[in-house]
C-alpha cells in the first residue's frame, strides 16, 4: 500500500510539473509530417444514422465515441472543419449527436447528392478558401465516402490524413482494402486519440492542458480512466493524508 501511496503522490507531482512551461522544448524542431491545429482542414463525412446501420467494421459505440473526440479536439484547437452530409433529410438522417454537440449549427453543413463529396463544388470551393493544403477525413463508409475524395484530393495535390477509428465500413474487408487503397495512393492514416495528442504534443503547453486532459478521460478508454483514477486519488490524499 506503502508503494502504491509513493507511486500516486509521484503522478500528482508529475501532473503539475507538466504544466510548467519548459525552456527545452522546441516545436520547431517537429517533423514537417506532424499535424498542427493551423495547417488543415477536417472534414467529417456523413456521420449520420442511416449511414451507420450498416457499418460493420467497428463496434457502433466506439464509432460514435471516436468521432465525438475528432469534433472535440478540432473545436478546441479552432480547426477549420466541414461537416458534409449526404441526402441529409429524405435518406441518410441527421448527423451523430457527438458532431452537433460541437458543430450545432446545422445550417453550415454541406448536405450533398454525390457519394464523392470532392465532386461537390461546394466542399471543393471550401477546402481552396481555407488556403490549407493539407486534409484529414472521416467518414462513412470508409470505402466510398472516404476514399473517393481522399484519392480525388490527392490528384489534385493536397496532402491527405485520414482517421481509421472515426471511419466505418459495410465489413471489416471492405475497412481494411478501403484503408490499403488509401495509403497505396499516398494518404497518411492516423486514429482519434493520436488525432488529439498529435495537436497538443507538449504537456508543458499548459493554456490547453486542463481541456485536452478532459476530452482525453471523456473519450480516452482506460487511458481516460487513469486520468480519472489520477484526479480523485490525488484530491483523495490531499483531504486524507497518508492515513489509509
Known amino acids: 500500500m506503502k508503494k502504491n501511496l509513493l507511486f500516486i503522490v509521484a503522478l500528482f507531482a508529475f501532473s503539475f510539473s507538466a504544466m510548467a512551461q519548459n525552456p527545452n522544448n522546441d516545436p520547431s524542431l517537429a517533423g514537417k509530417q506532424l499535424l ?53 433529410r429524405s435518406f441518410s438522417g441527421p448527423v451523430f449527436p457527438e458532431i452537433r454537440e460541437y458543430y450545432g449549427d446545422e445550417s453550415k453543413y454541406i448536405d450533398r447528392t454525390t457519394m464523392n463529396s470532392w465532386e461537390d463544388k461546394r466542399i471543393v470551393a471550401a477546402v481552396k478558401k481555407s488556403g490549407k493544403k493539407r486534409i484529414v477525413l472521416a467518414g462513412l463508409w470508409t470505402e466510398i465516402c472516404v476514399t473517393l475524395p481522399a484519392l480525388s484530393a490527392l490528384e489534385d495535390g493536397y496532402e491527405v490524413y485520414f482517421i481509421t477509428d472515426a471511419s466505418g465500413g459495410v465489413s471489416k474487408e471492405a475497412h481494411d482494402m478501403a484503408v490499403a487503397r488509401m495509403i497505396q495512393a499516398g494518404a497518411v492514416p492516423l486514429t482519434s486519440m493520436q488525432y488529439l495528442l498529435e495537436l497538443h504534443r507538449d504537456w508543458a503547453r499548459a493554456g490547453k492542458y486542463a481541456e485536452v486532459t478532459g476530452l482525453a478521460t471523456r473519450y480516452g478508454g482506460a487511458y481516460g480512466l487513469g486520468i480519472d483514477y489520477l484526479n480523485v486519488m490525488k484530491g483523495w490524499i490531499k483531504e486524507d493524508g497518508a492515513g489509509h
Do not use: P, W, Y
Not at 450498416?54 to 477549420?80: C, H, M, W, Y
Open 36 to 88: 498542427d491545429a493551423d495547417d488543415h482542414t477536417l472534414i467529417l463525412i456523413d456521420h449520420e444514422g442511416q449511414m451507420a446501420l450498416s457499418v460493420q467494421s467497428i463496434d457502433i459505440q466506439t464509432l460514435r465515441n471516436n468521432t465525438g473526440l475528432v469534433a472535440a479536439t478540432s473545436k478546441l484547437f479552432e480547426v477549420k472543419t466541414i461537416v458534409t452530409t449526404v441526402a441529409e
